[in-house]
Every structure is written in structure tokens, then in C-alpha cells.
């Protein structure tokens, strides 16, 4: 039996989503996200307790994509294997790749030497906007190759290399591409990273079981090793 409360740290690694909300009164707190997150309040016909119809895009907070976001044929959440969405991960600190000129430096196989075959990679930096560093096209390859799990990033690092002169699409984009064309999921907005003190920890993301999903909210969290 694996003792959580003894053995591990538990971290959560999601960020809070504030929706706008319809109650049942009318009232309407309106939500702060760009996208669509909304709730309404009905009230159950046979037992009058409170639910909830939702609705909104699966690109919100921290999120997982997989392959049927890159093309129809691709495997949807509920089609992944399970064991893809946790298992041993890496975490990686970019913040010494400061930026040059305001503008911020690649990530190569060479920052990548610790990464090992069959990892969840899960990357971090404070610097944000044009200053954060992105992933390289030759650093994807590598991850690939090296046949990462998965691949978590936080707001603070680029998918994506800031000059490339692709569509401003997701699907078009080459790390998404590589990542998703290789039936590797892709986590987006990942948050605490930077609580996280060891390099290794157990990391958990479980997409919701929706066929034809190309996409899903997950509760992110890694269990830290205390010894």
C-alpha cells in the first residue's frame, strides 16, 4: 500500500478556473477567462438538488491534448491507453536560459541530457511572453526519438519558436506536429512547477473517458518523493 501522507508531497499542479455562472436566481457572475467557460445552474426534476450544464472549450486552464486534435484519424481521450497519463517524470527549470536582446533562447538536446526513455518531461521557466524559452524543432525530435511519455509545459515556456512564420493555428504548428503525430499527449498550462524541490517525482494527469475528444480539462498533481 503506498502511504501518501507519510512518503510523498502531494502538488497540485492545475490552475483554478473561474467560470462565469448562471444561478438559479438569474444572477450572472460573468467569468475573467478570454475563453469560453460558462455554468448553468438547474435544479434536478425528481430530488431538487442543485447540477450544473456546461459549457465551454477544452482548451481552458490546464489541459491535455492528443492525436484527434492534429487530424480526425487520431486517438481521441478516451482512446489513449491509461498509462499514458502518468507515470515517473523529470522536471526542468529553464530559467538560466536568460533572455537575449528581450528575446528568448531555444531549448536544444543539449539542456535535454538527463531526459530517459520512456520519461513524462515537464518543463518550467518565470520568464514570460517574448522572453520565455521555446522549444527547438531539433529538441522536439530529440524528446521523440528519446520516446518520451509525455510532454508538460507551463505558460512560461514556448511550444513553439517565436519567429516561425507557420499559420497561428495549434494543429499547425511543428511541435504540436512532431508531439501529437507521434501519439505523445501534450499538456499545456501546467502551474507550481517551481514548488516542486526534487528533479524526479510520480506525475498524474487523467484526461475525462469523452469519445471524440481532441482535448480535456485535467486535475494535474505530482507526488514528491520525501525521502
Known sequence: MIDLQKGYRIIDLSQEIRPGL??????????????????????DKHDQMVMHFVEAETHIGTHVEVPRHLRKDGKSCAEM?????FGEAIVLNFDFLTPKEGKGQAITPSHLSQ???GDIVLMWSSYKGSECPYLSAEATNWLVQQRMKMLGITPGIGAEDPRSTEPAFPEAFATHKNILGNDIPLIENLSNLEVIQKERVFFIGLPLKIVDLEASWIRAIALEPMS
Open 22 to 43: 448562471l444561478e438559479l436566481n438569474g444572477d450572472y457572475t460573468w467569468s475573467s477567462l478570454l475563453r469560453r467557460f460558462q455554468l448553468r445552474q438547474f435544479l
Open 81 to 85: 491507453p491509461l498509462e499514458s497519463f
Open 115 to 117: 531526459v530517459k526513455e
